[in-house]
């Protein structure tokens, strides 16, 4: 199937470490084109985009940057959140290390239409060969003036970081990532105030992952109407998806939203290796869906996805063939979310432990059916109470196996006792 590339769209044509390779290609047209209109025009063209943001809450970016637009302050700024720390997601990866320029000229143009004279990367610890890359990329867009003062010899200035991770799965959420930029422990803060009207330091902040942000260019170039023309109603534009598990070819892809499910799994990935037969998928990352084989025709857009029980999540799409465990798989994940929880409120700090437990009990041959409700109704628990998205959402693996798989369970549970 051909790939429609938006986001990768100068990913493998120009070498990251010539700006004048990029600039060859169109780079920083998009803003030279951003710096010539109003910037309430900016953020109109961006929600009617239909834009929305590609980090996993999928929330209109358009309407974001209105809030910090929309907020009088001395200072506002610009994150892009590069942690990338969701299991199986590795699309970001691929765009800064290809594109950083185009990054670089999405979150200048974001700058211009909210106000902000700052920006920082906050890049993923365990990626320290994209840090220069970036560096790089930043210092010669300054030495050719496409950052730094009177960009394109207006009167906006606008000038951008790198910061690294410290390894943290938490430090993605919103709020924990500006406390740990802030050189503070990495714990998400209540909400509200949100980040538009009081995000790092206390001041107005865009917080865009990075497809959002590589987004950005194409749509001021081209125009709303053009990228509403990729996608579903209300799901524009392409997505970067990461095909990964037991599939013959694995990696990076971009296809327009509303591709079927079973379509990217088949055509593009090339179904399982080694003449195995698909077990499930688990969609949108360790923190999504586990869903059967025979719930694999679903439209990939946030909305569908949604009512067919599976998550769209960052896009990830992770297979297992009929040689995994998959209560193994779940223990893995639930290990994972025990080991990265910040402890900071009780459901998920104890939740995600005592949901370890459970499963591993029954892995052992010592579960019984009662147990099966004690998973559910501590998962429904967590998902209403916990104070961030990692409480809220890991338990979804346990939940939609319950769900899709409840067999696995019944059959280890009923296997003890014997
Ligand atoms: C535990 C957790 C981890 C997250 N990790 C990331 C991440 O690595 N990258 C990302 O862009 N968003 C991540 N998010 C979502 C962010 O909180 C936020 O919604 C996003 O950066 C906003 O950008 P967007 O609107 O462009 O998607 C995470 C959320 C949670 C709860
Ligand atoms: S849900 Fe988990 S990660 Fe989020 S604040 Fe509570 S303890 Fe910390």
Known sequence: MQETRIVLRNVGKYNPAS???FRALGGYSGLQKALSLDPAAIIEEMKASGLRGRGGAAFPTGTKWSFVYGTEADQKYIVCNADEGEPATNKDRVIMAGDPHSLIEGMAIAGYAVGASEGYIYLRFEYPYIMPVLENAINDARSAGFLGEH???SDFSFDIKVVSGGGAYVCGEETALLESIEGK????RYKPPYPGVSGLYGKPTVINNVETLVNVPAIVNNG???YRSFGVENCSGTKV???SGNLINRGVYEFPKGINLR???FEVGGGCANGRKLLGVQTGGGSGSIINGDMLDISMDVESCEAAGATFGAGDIMVFDDSNDLLEIVENLMEFFTHESCGKCTPCREGNYRLLQIIRKIRKGNGTMADLDTLQEL????MDCSLCGLGQASPTPIVSTLKNFRNVYVEAIERGRK
């Open 19 to 21: 700006v004048g390779e």
């Open 151 to 153: 960009i394109f010899g």
């Open 185 to 188: 422990r990495g714990e998400p």
């Open 224 to 226: 709303a109407s053009w």
């Open 241 to 243: 998806f990461t095909l």
């Open 263 to 265: 379509d990217l799994i």
């Open 379 to 382: 998962s429904e628990t967590m």
